[in-house]
């Protein structure tokens, strides 16, 4: 008897230490994987999990590949240089982005963020589906200038890629499908939502100063409207009167080829926006007092300039100094440094 | 010695009959069992063999010009015979790029039920349906994983090129390489969101002139279809390379895929 209960004291002794072992390995490395999860006050996600469902395995392979510099024609350039975590996944402090042998490109460098909920991909839209993204800038030739083809071919001499494709997939074969559909579970699970905008929202108890509050009344009043919450963007395309840019890059017409698509660009997220200067499709505006200067007083007209920026005869958003002031204290309640600072989507 | 003259004439004449038989009558219609047939797409400039890089040609607009590339999706084969019975090869088999230079792939090879068929009709590029559907699916020759140089995917506006036509040409600018080179990448679905360019050509093909194509089981019938690439710049419209060397994603490409559709001659069947 006594020593039937010493043999079960000592048994569980010894689970609870390992246990607690256990327990201390895994919160030193990461919390645990809990797939994709949507916040509270997010809308349903546009991406198509059915085809495609996050697992601990696919993010993991998914997060390797967007650091891996394989992924272009010399091996020196990854997802990772021009997306960049503490810049919210943008390449911060450069206008366009500079790729393979610092080739300059056309456009600023847009951030991967809650992509999940992206109907269309790229500034102008020309991508419709998250899985076929990554192909854009492996092939172009002044980001990656790689092809995919080859892209497997380096990840299949890899000693690690086979079995991390097979804990991820079932099977050590590296297809096209697999390394877009494992670049997808990551980037879908790079998600800000804990922003304080967020935490009032949601009642977690964080509250808006009085000048953070009227600026958001601010905000509903003349911007929301293209800037819609919670994502602050409507995903559409609009000419935002900044005028044509430096390498007339004409937008959305690139995709369409109709005229009333020209200098048309997809409405970006204000979430982050401390962390993601310098702004619009071409990178112009280094601050955001620029920015709103710019809506302001400054919106050029043009055959395509959106309906909401030319209101009642007058060109742009009116705003005073006091009413901007508002709005750029409201505007860095939607910064969200848990996203910036997630060791779970930094390179490993 | 008599018994077995009579048995050979016999046997004889039952194989006439026989070889008759197979020639008259069609076999029963049957599209679960399936023979093979394939489509073979000979390149020709005019009245000349295609040669890539080698060749020298000459267009409408009197500009010379070679050929260094060749590739283009053919997609979606139906055959019908004069009964007006029809059969649609799954989809899953039915697509193929033609590549100028590759003997594998210059046919289509495809499996249909045995029978004599009078009409081919195909599509030169790849469906919406295709275009769109999910990158797991997508295998085989709609892999979009190729390059930049021979890859018929456009990374940058989902989609694939459904024509792919390079060379040089004396009347083309020099461009940042270096080369006098002319490209026509065509494609162009419909687009996804937004109503575009659709270069989506279907082109049917009447095979009771040529040869009718007989499809029985162990034998490899083989509609033989010219090409004539030279109608790419002469059609209803006279391309110059001068004034377009490059075509890509643009309005104009409609003129070229007009172009192209009239490329195709039904030659001749081997049955």
Same mark, same amino acid.
């Given at each position: 008897m006594n020593r039937n209960i010493i043999k079960v004291t000592l048994g569980i002794l010894m689970v609870l230490t390992l246990a607690a072992c256990r327990k201390e390995i895994i919160e030193q490395v990461v919390a645990p994987f809990l797939g994709f999860q949507r916040p509270a006050n997010f809308p349903e996600p546009a991406y198509h999990f059915d085809t495609n469902p996050v697992t601990e395995a696919g993010f993991e392979l998914g997060r390797k590949l967007f650091y891996e510099?394989?992924?272009s024609r010399n091996n020196t350039i990854s997802c990772g240089s021009c997306h960049i975590q503490s810049a919210a996944f943008t390449h911060h402090g450069h206008d366009v982005s500079h790729g393979i042998d610092d080739r300059l490109g056309k456009r600023n460098s847009p951030p991967i963020m809650n992509l999940a909920w992206n109907p269309t991909f790229m500034w102008d839209g020309g991508i419709f589906d998250l899985d076929l993204q990554p192909i854009a800038p492996i092939t172009a030739h002044e980001e990656m200038d790689e092809s995919v083809d080859n892209v497997l071919s380096k990840l299949r001499a890899q000693p690690a890629y086979p079995e991390l494709f097979r804990k991820a997939f079932g099977s050590t074969e590296i297809t096209s499908a697999r390394f877009l559909q494992a670049l997808s579970q990551f980037m879908v699970m790079c998600i800000s939502s804990n922003s304080k905008y967020d935490s009032v929202q949601r009642h977690e108890g964080a509250v808006f100063t009085t000048l953070e509050a009227q600026g958001y009344q601010l905000f509903q009043q003349k #911007? =929301? =409207? #293209?800037?819609?919450?919670p994502l602050f963007t409507d995903h559409s395309f609009r000419n935002n009167g900044i005028g044509i840019g430096f390498n007339g890059d004409p937008g959305r017409y690139d995709i369409t080829l109709q005229d009333g698509d020209k200098y048309k660009f997809k409405v970006p997220s204000l979430r982050n926006l401390q962390y993601t200067a310098p702004y619009m499709h071409d990178g112009r505006f280094y601050t955001l007092e620029a920015v709103l200067d710019q809506y302001s007083g400054n919106v050029q007209h043009s055959p395509t300039l959106d309906p909401l920026l030319q209101q009642n005869g007058v060109l742009g958003i009116p705003l005073n100094a006091d009413e901007k002031n508002a709005l750029l204290a409201f505007l860095q309640t939607l910064n969200d440094r848990t996203f910036i600072t997630n060791k779970m989507l930094a390179e490993q | 010695m008599k018994f077995h003259k009579l048995a050979l004439f016999i046997a004889c004449l039952t194989l006439t009959l026989s070889a008759c038989r197979k020639e008259k009558n069609e076999p029963v219609f049957n599209n679960q069992d399936l023979a093979p047939l394939s489509i073979e797409f000979d390149n020709i400039v005019g009245g000349q063999n295609l040669y890539l890089n080698t060749g020298n040609y000459v267009n409408a607009k009197g500009e010379a010009f070679n050929v260094t590339l060749l590739q283009y999706f053919i997609s979606n084969i139906k055959v019908k015979k004069a009964d007006g019975t029809e059969y649609v090869v799954p989809q899953d088999s039915s697509y193929f790029l033609i590549r100028e230079g590759s003997e594998e792939e210059g046919s289509a090879r495809v499996n249909v039920p045995e029978g004599d068929y009078t009409s081919l009709t195909f599509t030169i590029g790849v469906d919406s349906l295709r275009s769109t559907m999910d990158v797991s699916r997508r295998t085989g020759v709609l892999d979009p994983s190729g390059g930049m140089e021979d890859g018929m995917y456009w990374g940058w506006n989902s989609g694939y090129i459904f024509f792919k036509m390079e060379g040089i040409s004396g009347a083309a600018p020099v461009d940042p390489s270096g080369q006098q080179k002319y490209r026509f990448h065509i494609g162009g679905f419909g687009g996804y969101s937004a109503p575009t360019v659709n270069n989506i050509r279907t082109v049917t093909m009447d095979l009771s002139q040529a040869g009718v194509a007989q499809v029985r089981k162990g034998r490899k019938s083989n509609i033989h279809l010219m090409v004539d690439i030279a109608k790419v710049m002469n059609g209803p419209t006279q391309v110059s390379i001068a004034e377009n060397p490059t075509v890509m994603f643009s309005e104009f490409s409609l003129l070229i895929s007009a172009n192209y559709m009239q490329m195709f001659r039904h030659d001749h069947t081997e049955n």
């Open positions: 510099p394989r992924l #911007c =929301a =409207a #293209c800037h819609t919450e | -």
